[in-house]
Structure formats: C-alpha cells, structure tokens
C-alpha cells in the first residue's frame, strides 16, 4: 500500500478524485495527512469529512526553509512513499526537495513545459490567449526549480473555440485527478 500526504493551499479536487479511487479500491493507497498553509482552505475540510488527519501550519513571517522545516517535522511523523502538492500555492525548499528527493510530486495545469511557472486560473487564462489548439496537465517529480522536475506523465485535451478560464479548469482538473491515481498507481508497482 501506497502511504501519501498532501500538501495544499486550495479546494483540493484533485484529492477527491484520489479519495474516490481508493474508497472504491481502484487505488492502493491511503492518505495519512493533509496539510495546509492557508486556515480556511477546503482541502481541509475535505479530509476532516473523510476522516483524514489535517493540519494547518501558519507560515506567517517564516522563510521557505523555515516553513517547510515544519512540515518536514510532521511528515516525518508518518511513513510517507508520496508527497502530493494538490493546488499547493508555495514554492517548495531543497528542505522537503532533499528529504523526499523523487518522493514529491505535483501536477501543473498545462503540457509542460508551456506555460510553466503560474498558477491555477492564470495558466488557463495564458493558454487560451496564446491560442493553443490542445492542453492539459502534467504530473511532474519536484524539484528546487519551477515546474521543471522530470515528467511522468502528460494527458492532452483539445481547447474549445469558446473556452473560458473556467470550463478551460474544468476540463484539465479532470484530467489531474485521473493522471494523479495513474502515476501513483504506476509508482506502486514500480514502473516509473
């Protein structure tokens, strides 16, 4: 079995679809934290409803190193294969980096590496004005750069001519959550 922890700042769609795999026994996996950077994230709540332990750690007036010392502190605290960043609005030190080197893994909502470096709705929001015909969502290993880990896997889907930022978000956050349980599902048998 596959122990994760995620980290995020958001609503956490992605993780439902994880949730939803492995209570239907599709995944080999559990979640044994979450833990978010921002109070009122409904990640949060998203895991509490499903009764998985969650923490919200402050990162006012700490560096990133600092920060993630502290998240370090309590992933340690488990016997994580997987750390997941699901909409995790920070920038991850060579503290987690190097303690979880190849064990991190986030999603980027575009075919890397276009559009790399934004985030949620502005990725979207680039690619339709840079009138792009497809799209999609990358899993990708992190590393201390941006966007720029090794890639696991791409899933494509075509942009609409009247595509908006939303049904654009739409369309890629269902393509997250399914490439999410592929690379883990890949992972647990040791095929990446």
Do not use: W
């Amino acid at each position: 079995m596959m122990h994760l922890a995620v980290l995020g700042s958001t609503r956490g769609t992605d993780m439902q679809a994880i949730i939803d795999a492995i209570e239907s026994k599709k995944l080999d996996a559990q979640i044994d934290i979450v833990i978010s950077n921002k109070p009122d994230a409904y990640i949060l709540e998203r895991a509490t409803k499903h009764g998985i332990k969650n923490l919200y750690i402050d990162a006012s007036g700490k560096t990133r190193e600092e920060y993630d010392k502290l998240v370090l502190k309590e992933l340690k605290k488990f016997k994580i294969n997987l750390v997941l960043l699901i909409g995790y609005m920070r920038i991850v030190s060579g503290v987690l980096v190097y303690a979880y080197k190849d064990k991190i893994l986030n999603v980027h909502p575009s075919l890397l590496p276009a559009f790399a470096g934004g985030m949620d709705k502005n990725v979207h929001a680039e690619v339709l004005k840079a009138g792009v015909k497809n799209t999609g969502c990358t899993i990708h290993y992190v590393d201390e750069g941006v966007d720029t880990g090794r890639v696991l896997l791409k899933k494509k889907c075509k942009v609409a001519p009247d595509e908006t930022v939303e049904t654009l978000k739409a369309k890629v956050q269902k393509l997250e959550g399914e490439a999410f349980i592929e690379v883990i599902q890949m992972l647990n048998k040791k095929l990446i």
